[in-house]
């Protein structure tokens, strides 16, 4: 089969396309012919050496993919050759077939062209294990997203407005901000030009927001401290802002407030807090309102798998909104 390669660790130049041997689903996984992928930061990370698959987990990178399944492997109930699916990947999706854990599927959604189903899972799956199994986001709560116009942004938005909650998010770009608001955010910000903890400040009446989810890390995390409600909760899912800060906890502590950090590749397949529970709760709470079309994949735009350079740098100098993805079509 042919895959996207990596010529040692680099800049989207050392991104390649060429022949790789097919893999061998293992007990309990089905091979899934794949009709798109898409791009996401870790894959950046990961291609710059920053960010090594997991133990056990293909080289190749991609995080979901869709398509149809052409092989079952021992002891897979449940799914059949010929199902169309999506799938979260802890590695392999920008490939023509990839191996995956069974409980790691999700069926393609009524209504969604399959192609654009390799939008949903890496994103849906990580907002809503973040949002709402740990932080616990609830009907009125306030609800800060950083990045709102990126892949996890504007699903995070859709979410929680559907949950309730008043959507504050930062964007760099007014059409972004534009956008944003279109897909259910109450309050846009402009982090070029306003400070946005004075700002959720002024939106919340001095009081904060109960949730935020971050994908800054270092650069932001004593000021997301600061925006924190008390009892407010503060997920940290990304470090494009630097891996180090300091934390003031007694402003912490004062607010009773928590922070976490968490990763969804790392997670075991099944378990507890596996990714399996992850993609169950998901296709159970979520699934169907993407049916319904009540939330719904962003896609900026589709190019050839061949293409994951160009792809690398869209995603890089962050010229998107939404999804970028890439198709094993020439």
Known sequence: MRAVTLDGAGGPEVLGWGEVPDPDPAPGEVLVDVVATAVNRADLLQRAGFYPPPRGASEILGLECSGVISEVGEGV????VGDEVCALLSGGGYAERVAVPAGQLLPRPAGVELATAAALPEVVCTVWSNVFMLAGLTRGDNFLVHGGASGIGTMAIQLAARAGARVLTTAGTQAKLDVCRELGADVGINYHDEDFVE?????????GVDVIL???GAKYLSRNVDALATGGRLVCIGMQGGTKAEIDLG????KRGSVHATTLRARPATGPGSKAEIVAAVRH????????????PIVDRRLPMARAAEAHRVVDASEHVGKVLLLTGD
């Open 214 to 216: 971050d994908n800054m």
């Open 251 to 254: 402003g912490l502590m004062r």
């Open 199 to 207: 700002r959720v400040r002024e939106e919340t009446d001095g009081a």
């Open 285 to 296: 709470d979520v699934w169907p309102d993407v049916e319904r079309g009540v939330i719904r």
């Open 77 to 80: 109930t449940g799914w059949k």
